[in-house]
């Protein structure tokens, strides 16, 4: 099999924004290893779906090396797994600190640094983030500590990978989220979540599937920290 076609890793894969992630890099004719604890086999044989619980070294190993393996190359990263638990700091629990820590912060350096090692072998790639505007704009209505600790935490990784990487071919992005229409949100909380917006809406997965695509053919953009949130991160 030729390695000429280009691939790209996708966590947090098997519904939402990632399962339309994947989607939108096959209708560019990317290859996709797509990774969630739950995921099922495709029938593509140009995807190639990988269990397991990104917070677990063991995990992100399978993945780079069976992509690597059935594929031959890397070109991009979408780390889009996360877990967002809203609830006031002090009754948060040990457990909720170590699931959320685990997926957000640890699924990122598993996989991340295994995958930089391979692209800066290849001298290109693209490595993107998938945060929230609730670190830049928190807001009284949404408890979000440990969102804005962890995604905090992956804006400033940003930064810092794009500039140790700027002259060696891998760029380096984010996407900082408003609150997106998926089944993580419950119909009956829509309307309230839409007037956190300053535009008076939910976001799309179109939206963040837009946005992602656009960093994707950015060739002189990196460091990025892309803001799709409504308006969020401008005021209210």
Request: proline content about 3%.
């Amino acid at each position: 099999m030729g390695t000429e076609q280009k691939v790209a890793i996708i966590t947090g894969a098997s519904q939402g924004i990632g399962e339309a992630l994947v989607k939108a890099y096959r209708d560019r004719n990317f290859r996709v290893v797509a990774n969630s604890r739950s995921i099922k086999p495709s029938s593509d044989p140009d995807i190639l779906a990988i269990a397991g619980d990104i917070a677990e070294p063991k995990t992100a190993e399978h993945i780079v090396s069976q992509a690597l393996q059935r594929f031959g190359r890397i070109d991009t990263l979408v780390n889009n797994a996360g877990i967002f638990v809203a609830k006031p700091f002090t009754e948060h629990t040990d457990e909720d600190y170590a699931n959320v820590l685990g997926v957000n912060l640890n699924g990122f350096f598993h996989i991340t640094r295994r995958v930089a090692k391979e692209m800066l072998k290849q001298g290109s790639g693209h490595i993107v983030q998938i945060t929230t505007s609730l670190v830049d704009h928190a807001n009284s209505n949404v408890p979000s500590v440990l969102a804005s600790l962890t995604k905090g935490g992956l804006n400033a990784a940003t930064k810092s990978l794009a500039i140790e990487y700027a002259a060696r071919g891998v760029r380096v992005n984010a996407v900082s989220l408003g609150v997106i229409k998926t089944p993580m949100h419950r119909p009956e909380t829509h309307e309230f979540l839409a007037k956190l917006h300053p535009v008076g809406r939910m976001g799309e997965v179109r939206d963040i599937v837009d946005a992602v695509l656009y960093l994707e053919g950015a060739a002189f953009v990196t460091g990025e920290i892309l803001h799709v949130d409504g308006g969020q991160s401008a005021g209210h």
